[in-house]
């Protein structure tokens, strides 16, 4: 069966300070990948998403991006955060067949 | 107008009773529809997946859409403690993208 995981879990940072966040897919191969952030109280808001290695979209222009250095694995980055940069940060994944999305644990960040 | 719309909640219902949640949305062009359950600090967990108009019942859950009102339900029967979370329901265009996301109904269901 197919599980993905995020670390770290919780995470707290200074304004300025760079960001990296792991996720990984162990189960299935080729998966479509995404990062969305989700705001207290409100939706999911789509960040990146890569249906490769080395292919990211962009869905929101922002101080982040994203890296797949491997098939399995999603990386969130930032150089300098910024207070909004405060959330719920999930990875999710699909198999590309269907539209059926799982998401990661999460890592919940606040930049202090 | 919102892409997608969903009463916040939150929702208080005796245990037994009968849960209807509801979102809708304004673009015709979505295909897929899912709700998700959320607890608390963790990450949604899909519940229901369905394609076009129609029903879908898996269990307590049954999903239901509607396309040419532009709306969709997801009704729980026989509700349980347990069942009190965060429930998102979401659609897409097209296999893999444009995903959008309800902000969610907050459903307690009270022993």
Same mark, same amino acid.
Request: aromatic content about 12%.
């Given at each position: 069966?197919q599980?993905?995981?995020q670390?770290?879990?919780?995470? %707290?940072?200074? %304004?300025?300070?760079?960001?990296? $966040?792991e996720?990984?897919?162990?189960g299935?191969?080729?998966?479509?990948?995404?990062? /969305?952030?989700?705001?207290?109280?409100?939706?999911?808001?789509? $960040?990146f /998403?890569? %249906?490769?290695?080395g292919q990211?979209s962009?869905?929101v222009p922002?101080? $982040?991006?994203?890296?797949?250095?491997?098939?399995r694995?999603?990386?969130l980055?930032?150089?300098k955060?910024?207070?909004?940069?405060?959330?719920?940060?999930?990875?999710?994944?699909?198999?590309?067949?269907?539209?059926?999305?799982?998401?990661?644990?999460g890592?919940?960040?606040?930049v202090? | 107008? *919102?892409?997608?719309?969903?009463?916040p @909640?939150p929702?208080?219902? !005796?245990?037994?009773?009968?849960?209807?949640? #509801?979102c809708?949305?304004? #673009?015709? =062009?979505?295909?897929y529809?899912?709700?998700?359950?959320?607890?608390?600090? *963790? @990450?949604p967990?899909?519940?229901?997946?369905t394609?076009?108009?129609? #029903?879908?019942?898996?269990?307590?859950?049954? =999903?239901?859409?509607? *396309?040419?009102? *532009?709306?969709?339900?997801?009704?729980?029967?026989?509700?349980? !403690?347990?069942?009190?979370?965060?429930?998102?329901? =979401?659609?897409?265009? #097209?296999?893999?993208?444009?995903?959008?996301? @309800? !902000?969610?109904t907050?459903?307690s269901?009270?022993p």
């Amino acid at each position: 069966s197919q599980t993905i995981h995020q670390w770290p879990a919780t995470l %707290v940072q200074p %304004v300025g300070s760079p960001l990296s $966040l792991e996720c990984t897919v162990e189960g299935t191969s080729n998966p479509n990948l995404y990062w /969305y952030r989700q705001a207290a109280g409100r939706g999911l808001q789509l $960040l990146f /998403y890569s %249906v490769g290695i080395g292919q990211i979209s962009s869905e929101v222009p922002q101080n $982040l991006s994203a890296s797949r250095p491997q098939d399995r694995q999603f990386i969130l980055s930032s150089k300098k955060l910024l207070l909004s940069d405060s959330g719920f940060y999930l990875c999710a994944w699909t198999s590309g067949q269907t539209d059926e999305q799982y998401f990661g644990p999460g890592t919940r960040l606040t930049v202090t | 107008q *919102k892409e997608v719309e969903q009463d916040p @909640g939150p929702l208080s219902v !005796p245990e037994g009773a009968i849960v209807s949640l #509801n979102c809708t949305y304004s #673009n015709s =062009a979505f295909q897929y529809f899912m709700w998700y359950r959320q607890y608390s600090r *963790k @990450g949604p967990e899909l519940l229901m997946y369905t394609y076009s108009s129609g #029903n879908k019942e898996d269990g307590r859950f049954t =999903a239901q859409v509607d *396309k040419s009102s *532009k709306y969709i339900s997801l009704f729980i029967r026989d509700s349980q !403690p347990s069942d009190s979370a965060t429930y998102l329901c =979401a659609m897409s265009l #097209n296999y893999g993208q444009n995903f959008v996301f @309800g !902000p969610g109904t907050r459903l307690s269901v009270l022993p």
